[in-house]
């Protein structure tokens, strides 16, 4: 239960359950002892209303609205709470601090819209009656860690958030995704978090990352001209060089004491006249780096002193543990950001990558307009409840993100003690970002590769490291967003199947 004292009255978010319905609730009691309630707003998904005085006249009052509930309780307050207290009967001595207002209101809001999610309490069965890939390409006796997809529920913003859109029946054709707020949000959202100021007009909302990948090759490069990359790499960014007959320029991530580090000086050999593109991943899959400021700057300078285009794919933005920053490469120098295309989505960090939707920002009028000479309708629509959703994220999901945010590093570190304690031979660097753990098993000689072994002999699918290029011989990703329960089965099915191989102890 989340409380906050403000003066002469006290703020409790509650979630109440009442029968088959009920939901978040904000009340509002006078802070002395014992103080009576004076207010309570039930925003609740059906029949939202609120009690003025509910231990005495109870007055109550609807709060139906084409607005969500919480929004219309929320903005009614900060307009006017001082005459709500004074309607339930609290006169007060002197007016209320209005900025220490707005932030307890902006907390209770937070609270209101995310109530607390056990991420340890999954049901096996449930996940398995899901229709995404994750839970369905392999057989129902393999456990799936593979693709990037979290076990946990729906945040509750964007439950509610496509509940109303379905509600509605609000599945027409979508506004023009510049009209919805989407670029603003986005825009907030990286001043906010990263200090970035971006023109909404250089951003453009996209179906997804990946083809935005696949249009900035086409339209930023001619084929046969190179495209660097850092391997080993997620694996559409190999798909895309090899589809749009782009020429790879691998950049093989060194392995250095504690971590994979930038091959900077195999950088500076690899490139050529006929390279153009430096196609980025950072936070990077599947090594988990989230490169430092000294990492990208270098990299900038290799990139301006060639005249690369950068499409910096930064979808694991938000999925940064605490020691490490998350620099957008745009941000290192105006003359940077001019040559850089930044694609992010709210896809990874919240889990709804069926939804479709992602935005470039564009350091430049001249590459947002070569981007554009693909007509829209090759590059695509975006579907109306994407962009709900990811409003609904960046808005109001980040309460629900630090929570998930402290589950996975305990994963993490739960994960790689694991791997120190039972299997010293295989060499792994805990990420410092994503959910995603890059194994190096080359020393154990699996039969048939980590990735068949595991399948075959303990029902585990995990992602196969060849996919990531041909630095992930002998590798595999594990996925450790799930309960602990499910990942403490994955540990153990794997570790049986070492065991009985003879590979360990
Ligand atoms: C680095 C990276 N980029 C892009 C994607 C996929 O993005 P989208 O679904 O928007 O194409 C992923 C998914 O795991 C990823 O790890």
């Not at 504690?258 to 050999?269: A, F, N, S």
């Amino acid at each position: 239960m989340w409380e906050r004292g403000l003066g002469p009255i006290r703020l409790v978010v509650e979630h109440r359950a009442l029968g088959g319905g009920g939901g978040p609730a904000l009340r509002i009691y006078s802070s002395e002892p014992k103080g009576r309630e004076l207010l309570r707003f039930d925003c609740f998904e059906k029949a939202p209303h609120f009690h003025i005085d509910p231990s005495g006249r109870d007055l109550i009052t609807s709060l139906e609205s084409p607005d969500d509930a919480i929004t219309v309780a929320l903005e009614d307050l900060a307009r006017d709470l001082e005459g709500y207290l004074k309607r339930a009967g609290l006169e007060l001595s002197r007016p209320l601090d209005c900025a220490a207002v707005v932030l307890a209101l902006n907390e209770a809001e937070a609270e209101m819209r995310n109530p607390p999610v056990d991420l340890d309490a999954l049901d096996l069965e449930a996940l398995r009656r899901r229709r995404g890939e994750k839970w369905t390409v392999y057989p129902p006796d393999v456990l799936p860690a593979w693709v990037a997809d979290m076990d946990f529920p729906v945040p509750e913003p964007i439950r509610r958030m496509l509940l109303r859109s379905v509600e509605r029946s609000d599945l027409g054709y979508p506004l023009d995704p510049g009209e919805t707020g989407l670029r603003e949000a986005f825009v907030d959202r990286m001043q906010a978090r990263f200090g970035w100021s971006v023109d909404p007009e250089r951003v453009d909302v996209l179906t997804d990352v990946v083809q935005a990948i696949y249009v900035g090759l086409e339209v930023f490069s001619e084929p046969d001209e190179g495209v660097v990359i850092q391997t080993p790499i997620y694996p559409p960014f190999l798909g895309a060089v090899w589809e749009t007959r782009r020429r790879l320029v691998a950049n093989p991530l060194a392995e250095g004491r504690d971590r994979y580090e930038l091959d900077l000086d195999g950088l500076r050999r690899a490139a050529s006249p006929s390279t153009r593109i430096l196609l980025l991943c950072n936070p990077h899959n599947p090594s988990g780096r989230v490169f430092t400021r000294p990492e990208l700057e270098a990299l900038a300078e290799i990139a301006l002193a060639h005249d690369w285009v950068v499409i910096s794919d930064e979808i694991h933005e938000d999925l940064v543990f605490p020691g490490h920053r998350h620099i957008p490469f745009a941000t290192l120098a105006p003359e940077v950001e001019a040559r850089t295309v930044t694609l992010t989505s709210a896809t990874k960090a919240f889990s709804i990558a069926g939804l479709r939707c992602a935005v470039a920002a564009f350091g430049s009028e001249s590459l947002q307009t070569r981007f554009r000479s693909i007509p829209r309708h090759v590059r695509g629509g975006i579907g109306s409840l994407g962009i709900e959703a990811t409003l609904a994220a960046w808005r109001h999901g980040q309460t629900w993100l630090d929570r998930v945010m402290a589950h996975l590093q305990r994963n993490r570190d739960h994960l790689a003690a694991f791997i120190h304690e039972q299997w010293p031979a295989v060499r792994h660097f805990p990420p410092e970002a994503t959910y995603l753990s890059w194994l190096d098993f080359r020393a154990l000689d699996l039969e048939g590769g980590p990735h068949q072994f595991f399948l075959d002999r303990a029902r585990v699918g995990l992602s196969n490291g060849t996919r990531f290029g041909s630095e992930g011989e002998g590798f595999v990703r594990v996925n450790f967003a799930t309960s602990r329960p499910i990942l403490d089965e994955i540990l153990s099915r794997m570790h049986g199947a070492l065991e009985r191989a003879g590979r360990i102890g």
